[in-house]
C-alpha cells in the first residue's frame, strides 16, 4: 500500500469503513492505553488553539506523548498566526517540524487553508462549523457502553439546542455516516444549514441511516439510545447571550424529556455544560449521563484518529487497525 495524506477537517472525511476502523482502534486504546506508539521517538504534534479548550488540550497533550510523540501546543497568544501571519506560511513551517497539524480555530476555511499547504495530517480540533473529534469520542462512548462499534449502525441518537453549532453539523454528518438515525431539535433560527443536512442525507442513504430535522424536541427523542445536548452559547459569540438564552428553554434536556427516549438512553454533553441551561443537574449528574466516560474518551478516540492517518500517510497496514 502506498502512503496516503489525509485530513480530518469535518467527520464525512472519513467514510462508514474507515470510521469503524478508527473506532475499533479507539476501542484497543480503551483497554490498553499504550499498545501502539506508531511516533516512536520525538517527533511533534503542533496543537494550534485559537479558542480556550480544557479536553480538547488535555487529551491532545497526553494524547500524543502517549504515543510516543512530543505535543508543540501553541497559544492564538502566543503566535504569530495570531497577529495575522497567513495560514498557508504557518502550514509551510509547520509541515517541515511536525508529524501532525491539530487546531482549534474559527471558520471551517481556515482548517481548509491549512490542510491545502500542509504535507502533514490536519485535524479539525473544532471549528465553528465542526468539531469531528469529539463525534469519534461521542461515538465511541456508545460503542464502550452499548455493544461495541458493531452496535452503531442503525441505532437512533437526538440532538437538542443549538442546532446551528458546530456539534448539530458534526452529530449529522458523523452519524449518518455511521449509519445512524439521526434526529436534530432545535427553535427556528437554530436549525442547521440545508447544504449539511443535504450531505448527512446523501452520505445516510448509502449507510443505512437516516436524518431528522425537527423544531418539535419530544419527536426528536422519542425512543432514542441517546439524548446530545450542548451549550446555547458557543465560543465567540458570547455578546448573544442575552439573546439565546429564551429560544432553547423548551429544548432544556430534563427528566420529562429523557423519560421519552428508550428506558437505558444514555445522555451526553461535550462538555463544558451550564447546568439548569441546556440540561437540568438531574440528567447530567443522574444514572443515564455518561459525560465522564465521554470526556476520558477524547482521548483514545483522538490516538486512535492519530494513529490511523499516520497509518495512511505512511502505507502502514499495521496502524490501521
Ligand atoms: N468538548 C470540548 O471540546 O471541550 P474543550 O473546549 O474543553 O476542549
Ligand atoms: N459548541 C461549543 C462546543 C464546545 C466544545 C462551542 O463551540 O463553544
Not at 206 to 229: I, K, M, N, R
Not at 297 to 311: E, F, M, P, S, Y
Amino acid at each position: 500500500m502506498t502512503g496516503q495524506l489525509r485530513h480530518m477537517l469535518r467527520d464525512d472525511d472519513i467514510s462508514h469503513d474507515e470510521q469503524r476502523e478508527v473506532l475499533e482502534l479507539g476501542m484497543r486504546f480503551r483497554k490498553d492505553r499504550f499498545y501502539h506508539r506508531p511516533f516512536d521517538g520525538p517527533q511533534a504534534v503542533a496543537v494550534l488553539f485559537d479558542k480556550p479548550s480544557t479536553r480538547t488540550r488535555s487529551s491532545f497533550s497526553v494524547g500524543v506523548a502517549e504515543l510516543g510523540g512530543y505535543p508543540l501546543v501553541i497559544d492564538k497568544a502566543g503566535s504569530q498566526l495570531g497577529r495575522g501571519e497567513p495560514v498557508a506560511d504557518t502550514a509551510r513551517v509547520l509541515t517541515r517540524m511536525t508529524s501532525a497539524i491539530v487546531w482549534r480555530t474559527f471558520g471551517q476555511e481556515r482548517v481548509e487553508e491549512m490542510a491545502k499547504y500542509a504535507t502533514v495530517p490536519v485535524v479539525n480540533a473544532l471549528t465553528d462549523q465542526f468539531h469531528p473529534c469529539q463525534v469519534l469520542a461521542d461515538f465511541l462512548t456508545l460503542a464502550q457502553l452499548r455493544g461495541g462499534v458493531d452496535a452503531l449502525e442503525g441505532m437512533s441518537i437526538a440532538y437538542l439546542g443549538d442546532a446551528a453549532n458546530n456539534m448539530a453539523n458534526s452529530y449529522l454528518l458523523g452519524g449518518a455516516t455511521a449509519g445512524m438515525h439521526v434526529r436534530i431539535s432545535g427553535p427556528n433560527g437554530y436549525l442547521p444549514d440545508a447544504r449539511i443536512v443535504a450531505d448527512a442525507e446523501r452520505i445516510a442513504a448509502t449507510t443505512g441511516g437516516s436524518v431528522l430535522v425537527t423544531t418539535d424536541p419530544a419527536e426528536a427523542v422519542s425512543g432514542v439510545d441517546c439524548v446530545f445536548t450542548d451549550t446555547w452559547v458557543s465560543m465567540g459569540e458570547e455578546s448573544e447571550y442575552a439573546i439565546r438564552s429564551k429560544p432553547f428553554r423548551a429544548y432544556q434536556v430534563n427528566d420529562e424529556l429523557m423519560a421519552l427516549a428508550k428506558p437505558n438512553a444514555l445522555f451526553q454533553h461535550c462538555l463544558p455544560a451550564y447546568r439548569g441551561k441546556e440540561v437540568t443537574t438531574s440528567v447530567i449528574d443522574g444514572p443515564q449521563t455518561a459525560v465522564w466516560d465521554e470526556a476520558e474518551n477524547r482521548l483514545h478516540a483522538q490516538k486512535a484518529l492519530l494513529t490511523w492517518l499516520i497509518g495512511k500517510q505512511r502505507g502502514d497496514e499495521s496502524l490501521l487497525s
